[in-house]
């Protein structure tokens, strides 16, 4: 299984990236895919999920209402649409995905992962 996560870059506070993690080795179904992001010096930490099934997706209040995550199943592909970046919103990007289907907000539930994309926002 590999992930592939890109569409990281440097964006002023109050633009939009959109993140692309191609998958390949893993269908999506019954497999949830999560984003994470990690700060320097900070632990990663949950950004949002979409389930195995496409049909849920969670957030954290962090990002609630400026994030979105979507799906394209015949491209193996999960987007994070980022809009409204803040400079906290600067770190580096992962996708993982877990042999479950439901999303879980920690670390330790997820088997794979991409390598990070950089996203940094400027004030």
């Known amino acids: 299984v590999q992930l592939q996560a890109s569409g990281g870059g440097l964006v002023q506070a109050g633009g939009s990236l959109r993140l692309s993690c191609a998958v390949s080795?893993?269908?999506?179904?019954?497999?949830?895919t999560g984003w994470f992001r990690q700060a320097p010096g900070m632990e990663r930490e949950f950004v949002g999920g979409?389930?195995?099934?496409?049909?849920?997706?969670y957030y954290a209040d962090s990002v609630k209402g400026r994030f979105t995550i979507s799906r394209d199943d015949a491209k193996n592909t999960v987007y994070l649409q980022m809009n409204s970046l803040k400079p906290e919103d600067t770190a580096v990007y992962y996708c993982?995905?877990?042999?479950?289907?439901?999303?879980?907000?920690?670390?330790?539930?997820?088997?794979?992962w991409g390598q990070g994309t950089q996203v940094t926002v400027s004030s």
């Open positions: 080795g893993r269908t999506f179904s019954g497999y949830a």
């Open positions: 979409i389930s195995g099934s496409g049909s849920r997706t």
């Open positions: 993982a995905t877990r042999p479950h289907g439901t999303v879980v907000a920690s670390t330790r539930g997820y088997d794979y």
